[in-house]
């Protein structure tokens, strides 16, 4: 059974279009985030939701809209792609304490993005 | 967050413990260190994470030192399967930031025959 799954696996696309990555964990997880990793390999955090809520907003792009249907679920949608879209996306989710004392976050096999 | 610095590449043979560094001096005494690596086309999977005392787990050691400056993390009979880049996290400890992993350049890890 698959942990965190993503689709599309790869999405190619033409500047302007309008484009959403699905992403569905069966963990039970209370948050779920979205990970880009760009063409240097760096990954970087986007967003963060805790129970439909968003709780993290790393000053991404407004065409960028992250949509929490509910706890299992995390879409992103985005508007207008960029040639500076093109990545690979990750989805994640971890329970969420009150603690730090255990956050281990579940990563899924990612979306590659490749806008022409 | 507390920054790290990692070596950016390690070689090890295949069957030989694999020993990976990683520094961070200000660190806090609330915040944990987290270990993930990321095979080559996967997403990133979590290793080990620890506070003060050593931790041991399926997959890894870690070692933190007395003053938590530094860490290493142990494979202790890498395989071919463990070539990845591994990344030392140090998380914000709680409030809005909570659950943010900023993954840095991380290491190389390769493992040959």
């Known amino acids: 059974d698959t942990a965190v799954s993503q689709t599309p696996k790869y999405l190619v696309t033409q500047m302007g279009n309008d484009k959403s990555i699905k992403c569905e964990q069966n963990l039970g997880h209370d948050t779920m985030y979205w990970y880009k990793q760009d063409s240097k390999k760096f990954l970087k955090i986007m967003f963060s939701y805790n129970n439909k809520e968003l709780i993290i907003n790393e000053t991404v792009p407004n065409r960028f809209s992250p949509k929490s249907p509910d706890k299992a679920h995390l879409n992103l949608h985005i508007n207008s792609l960029e040639l500076g879209d093109s990545a690979v996306y990750f989805c994640a989710s971890s329970h969420r304490t009150i603690t730090s004392s255990y956050n281990e976050q579940f990563f899924g096999p990612g979306t590659r993005l490749t806008v022409l | 967050d507390a920054k790290t610095t990692q070596p950016p590449s390690m070689d090890c043979a295949e069957g030989r413990a694999a020993n990976l560094p990683c520094n961070h001096s200000?660190?806090?005494?609330?915040?944990?260190v987290y270990w993930y690596r990321q095979i080559h086309s996967q997403g990133p999977q979590y290793i080990i994470h620890?506070?003060?005392n050593n931790e041991t787990n399926e997959m890894a050691s870690l070692i933190i030192t007395e003053d938590r400056k530094s860490s290493t993390l142990i494979l202790p009979h890498a395989t071919l399967r463990d070539t990845a880049v591994y990344y030392c996290i140090v998380p914000p400890p709680g409030g809005t930031s909570y659950g943010k992993l900023t993954f840095g350049q991380g290491t190389i890890l390769t493992v040959h025959p």
């Open positions: 200000t660190i806090s005494g609330n915040e944990y």
């Open positions: 620890g506070l003060k």
